[in-house]
């Protein structure tokens, strides 16, 4: 059974920083790209960031380069977002997902807020 599990998220003040982990069960870790979408209320889910098995190359959406930085931890089959400098437009709800050619899986999600 395939389990993609965040944590990390919560509400914090813009200009904060958070870290979302992302623990993964059920696959060889290694064999899957890995990345972090998130969907804010109203708006289609985005991919926020994405990194390949060996952590070798490292992709961001514009909205969050220079602010956010993907990393993973094959030892521990757990892929992270370190979010700094938030801002009030990072409110989303933020998922974990892997995939190796079509085989894909997702994570629950995780809530950020980003206020005041």
């Known amino acids: 059974q395939v389990q993609l599990v965040e944590s990390g998220g919560g509400l914090v003040q813009p200009g904060g920083s958070l870290r979302l982990s992302c623990a993964v069960s059920?696959?060889?870790?290694?064999?899957?790209?890995t990345s972090w979408y998130r969907q804010a209320p109203g708006k289609e889910r985005e991919s926020v960031a994405s990194?390949?098995?060996?952590?070798?190359?490292?992709n961001y959406a514009d909205s969050v380069k220079g602010r956010f930085t993907i990393s993973r931890d094959n030892g521990k089959n757990t892929v992270y977002l370190q979010m700094n400098s938030l801002k009030p437009e990072d409110t989303a709800v933020y998922y974990c997902?892997?995939?190796?050619?079509?085989?894909?899986?997702w994570g629950q999600g995780t809530q950020v807020t980003v206020s005041s």
């Open positions: 059920g696959i060889t870790f290694t064999i899957y790209t």
């Open positions: 997902y892997v995939r190796r050619n079509s085989e894909i899986y």
């Open positions: 990194i390949s098995r060996f952590g070798g190359n490292t």
